[in-house]
């Protein structure tokens, strides 16, 4: 399933995008392309498994000077369910979903982190927004909390055990 966006509405380059949705950056050495996966569990399979690529102007964020023009690119994200391992030697095969409620969820998920960046414009302003929002919202330990557990008897001092 593909996921197609504007490259401006993505505040950070799409590697650093990635790795703050939960992606561990992986190179496969046959076919010499870069993606990203996100484990369900704590094994290496069933996993997300996702290709980035990027069409037209590069990233606005990009310090080398490497856009042509002003005109915005598009970032895919083309993401699909790995079930296992591909079992022969040689073979690209595997039990891949492409569509399905998991993926589907996640597309949803990114989506979300999306559209939910701040612009940057507005970086350090909603950035301390959200960090004053989560503050408020985390449930903080009280003191009567710690005073409501109950204390062991203390032993005297002269008793041998």
């Known amino acids: 399933m593909k996921l197609t966006t504007n490259s401006n509405q993505l505040s950070d380059n799409p590697t650093v995008f990635m790795r703050k949705a939960g992606y561990a950056y992986i190179h496969d050495r046959h076919s010499g392309r870069d993606s990203y996966v996100r484990r369900l ?3 290496f399979y069933p996993r997300l498994h996702c290709y980035v690529s990027e069409q037209g102007a590069s ?41 399905g ?34 503050i408020e919202t985390e449930s903080k330990p009280k003191l009567e909390d710690f005073n409501k557990q109950e204390k062991k008897p203390s032993k005297k001092w002269w008793w041998p055990f």
């Open 41 to 43: 569990t704590g094994n």
């Open 59 to 99: 990233h606005p964020s990009d310090k080398h000077g490497t856009s042509k023009g002003g005109a915005s690119g598009q970032t895919t994200f083309n993401l699909h369910l790995d079930q296992r391992a591909t079992r022969y030697e040689g073979q690209t095969a595997h039990a891949g979903e492409y569509d």
């Open 101 to 134: 409620q998991i993926v589907q969820e996640e597309i949803d998920r990114l989506q979300n982190i999306i559209n939910k960046q701040p612009t940057q414009q507005n970086t350090s302003s909603s950035l301390n927004e959200d960090v004053e929002n989560t």
